[in-house]
């Protein structure tokens, strides 16, 4: 059974708040039954608040994670390589943090090596870390960009996103099939719109 650990989660950037404990969890799933209207008590849902904490657990464990710790190891022995990584089709699932509702699609992520260069399925981590917290998908991306940025420091970054949002899709406007793309660049991606240009159609494949 999985366990959420009761630790400090950040709110905003700088203000930790304590985190609930499990049992409180489990009865907010309770209440929040209720007031959908049915009965937490009846045998189909007396194992639900268990389930959803445990899901809960597993889609957040983003808070948990150490970025800095996926980026550390770096490696300086590039033999001269200055082009772009990239790395395609990342699998993005996320909640936006205005309806906790899912948005699910793909990231696009590649930077250019100053000296140094980390091993490709750590950048797919950072994309899963930030991925499993309440966020926007612009936020997302930011963080992204400002994580490889910061630890890396190449040339330059390139991200973009591709999701669709549940928030949209199954409530308000209910329009299906709508994708949001967001991108962030920096240095070179920035400076050189033929690099630019390059990143967006490796992206899609061309």
Known sequence: MSVIPVKPVLVGDNDPAPR???EKALEAVRTLLAWAGDNPDRPGLIDTPRRVVDAY???FDGYDADVEKELSRTFEDVQGYDDMVLLRD????????HHMAP???KAYVAYIPNEKVVGISKLARVVEIFSRRLQTQEVLTNQIAAAIESHLEPAGVAILIDAEHQCMTTRGVHHRHVSTITTRFTG?????????DRFLRLAQGR
């Open 20 to 22: 609930p404990s499990r």
């Open 57 to 59: 657990g597993e889609w």
């Open 90 to 97: 990342i699998e993005v699932e996320s909640h936006c943090e």
């Open 103 to 105: 948005f699910i699609g």
């Open 188 to 196: 070179v991606f920035k400076s050189d719109a033929a690099l630019k």
